[in-house]
């Protein structure tokens, strides 16, 4: 895992002013140092300048980067970002026609794959990955990014010229790209956020490049092209087949992202998903003589302070225990206090250079630059729940036939604390349903489906491309931002593919969510665990951190300098703050609620400062 960045402009030569493109490129590329501190590199020629910063994850000391190989006189250069688990397979195929490979890097493998056969080799990785290769020969630069957009890549085009990096403060870096914001920004902020809409940077003239997209820059302009896409397929397996399919596809992907010439670790919390992943990895390095470490995270007195509710009806610390009777690692508990997690949400915005998850990106990137000090990779078991279920809006009828994001329908409930004239300009409910609209049209609906099929469909769909992303998004840049690469199995494509036309009574049986996942690893672990109701990331209920939360507004409100005044109504805030502590209505997925508004709030004027955007 590494940060990329650069920029390509066919109306200059950056050769004639070496000095100061030089310079621009080795800012760009020191604003990711974060994501990989190890090694760092940097090719400028006339038209083009490439930046990386790398996290040694394999050949380390031969896999620096930019790459730069020859044929018929002509130069191919690549920087990568990512981690392709069938690159052995590439590689043998690629030495029988004649590659000769320098390293035992898989950013060797990627542009090799590019010289033999073509922009559309990228069909055939299996991983994930954002990378951009310069073909002198075409005179074209190609940024691509991995089918469900685990690893970022934005970019902007300015005067001519394409400016693109792993995350946005890299684009600010360049003389062309000054961070500004119109409304659309704050539609997605207020309407949307902290989702995104796919190609959307939030910021005005800032763009993603899409999940399953590659982008193309020539001297003709710029075009992006998809590579991939959820198709809709009759399912044709038994339910036997199919269990036996889900138990090889999750055990094979897990073994395969433990690929490394580092130590891996895993999360561990206790529950179905993160169990699953734990135990196949640590019987894969068992097998090899070694101890996996596992990591769990909790809050400080939540022993005393958690309140039972339907989102999570019980603490993860037994389920923990209880699989690691049965499981040998070397484990780790890891803790946050309620004020670490209050001053940790404006590094949470640096991370993301933009308002987020708020506690819950937070403590996610505390507990990972605890992971950091012991390893540099580390096993998730992120996405299960968009992939199989999980959520109640899968299989509640009255949650999934309400039309709209199932996971944030209450927009009075995220805009509660508003001014009702900046409500009334932003017209969030027209701009959320042209969203979810244009999000339904692409669908690919199989024929003879029933409403109710059809609309289950539908509901994966959209848990797929907007709450994945967001959680995808929310885990590299945590992690990333601590220098540790997180990989995440449930989202290989082999297995979101399969699973997105398998039939939803296959998926959910005996009124359990899950069961389909549930059955076919039923082997790896504890009955208490395979059977476990689901329960989310764990969030602080200390009322302290309440407290403190509703002290740090009030003193943003109070402040004239506060950017956020403007759209910010202070009475409601004043109404909000003293109404009784309670854990409030969820306004986005399960875990945000009031505590959680007001500290979005706070990260929103953190970033509307920090980036001087009123």
Request: hydrophobic letters at 35%; aromatic letters at 14%.
């Amino acid at each position: 895992m590494c940060g990329i960045t650069g920029f390509c402009g066919f109306e200059i030569n950056y050769t004639e002013n070496t000095e100061f493109w030089a310079r621009t490129l080795v800012s760009m590329r020191k604003s990711l140092a974060h994501r990989g501190s190890d090694n760092s590199g940097e090719f400028l020629e006339a038209h083009i300048g490439l930046g990386h910063a790398r996290l040694s994850i394999r050949d380390i000391s031969g896999g620096a980067q930019p790459i730069v190989r020859e044929r018929d006189g002509s130069k191919y250069v690549i920087i990568y970002n990512g981690e392709i688990y069938n690159a052995d397979e590439l590689k043998s195929d690629l030495t029988q026609l004649g590659c000769d490979f320098e390293t035992t890097t898989d950013t060797e493998v990627i542009l090799f794959a590019y010289m033999l056969w073509g922009k559309d080799f990228v069909t055939r990785l299996n991983g994930i990955f954002a990378f951009a290769i310069w073909d002198e020969a075409e005179e074209r630069l190609i940024l691509y990014r991995d089918r469900f957009g685990v690893k970022p890549l934005f970019y902007s085009c300015q005067n001519s010229t394409l400016v693109f990096g792993s995350e946005p403060k890299a684009l600010f870096c360049h003389p062309y790209v000054v961070p500004s914001v119109d409304t659309n920004s704050f539609r997605e902020v207020f309407g949307i956020g902290p989702a995104r809409t796919a190609g959307n940077g939030v910021f005005k003239n800032v763009y993603e490049i899409k999940p399953g997209r590659y982008a193309v820059f020539g001297r003709n302009g710029f075009s992006e092209n998809r590579y991939w896409e959820l198709e809709s397929r009759e399912h044709t397996d038994s339910y036997e087949e199919t269990l036996d399919k889900v138990s090889f596809l999750v055990r094979d992907a897990i073994t395969r992202q433990m690929v490394s010439d580092v130590p891996v670790c895993s999360f561990l919390s206790g529950g179905l998903d993160s169990s699953i992943v734990t135990a196949v990895a640590s019987k894969v390095l068992s097998d090899k003589g070694s101890v996996l470490n596992t990591f769990s995270f909790d809050f400080r007195q939540n022993d005393i302070y958690f309140k039972s509710n339907a989102f999570q009806p019980e603490r993860d610390r037994p389920y923990v225990d209880e699989m690691l009777k049965s499981c040998q690692t070397n484990h780790s508990y890891l803790e946050c206090d309620e004020n670490k997690l209050l001053d940790l949400l404006y590094p949470a915005v640096d991370a993301k250079d933009m308002p987020g998850m708020a506690d819950v990106d937070a403590s996610l990137l505390y507990f990972c630059r605890l992971v950091k000090e012991h390893n540099k990779v580390v096993l998730t078991g992120e996405c299960a729940d968009e992939v199989f279920g999980g959520y109640p809006w899968f299989y509640k009828r009255e949650l999934y036939m309400t039309p709209g994001f199932p996971w944030s329908r209450d927009l009075e409930a995220r805009t509660a604390l508003l001014r009702d004239s900046f409500i009334r300009e932003l017209e969030l409910a027209d701009y959320t349903a042209a969203r979810y609209n244009d999000s339904l049209e692409a669908v690919p609906i199989l024929d003879g489906e029933s409403q109710t099929e059809r609309r289950r469909r539908e509901i994966s769909y959209l848990n797929i491309k907007w709450f994945m992303q967001t959680l995808l998004d929310r885990m590299d840049r945590t992690s990333m931002y601590s220098g540790l690469e997180a990989r995440v199995p449930f989202a290989d494509h082999r297995i979101v593919e399969y699973l997105f036309n398998v039939p939803w009574e296959m998926k959910y049986r005996n009124d359990r969510e899950k069961s389909l996942l549930r059955e076919a690893c039923a082997d790896l672990i504890p009955p208490e665990i395979l059977y476990r109701k689901k329960s989310p990331y764990p969030k602080t209920y200390n009322p302290n951190y309440e407290r403190l939360l509703s002290e740090r507004l009030l003193e943003i409100v109070a402040d004239p300098s506060s950017p956020i005044r403007e759209f910010l109504d202070e009475k409601k805030v004043l109404a909000f703050t003293e109404a009784p502590s309670e854990y409030g209505k969820p306004w986005f997925g399960q875990l945000m609620a009031g505590p959680q508004l007001m500290a979005y709030l706070i990260q929103t004027n953190y970033w509307l400062k920090k980036y001087r955007l009123v």
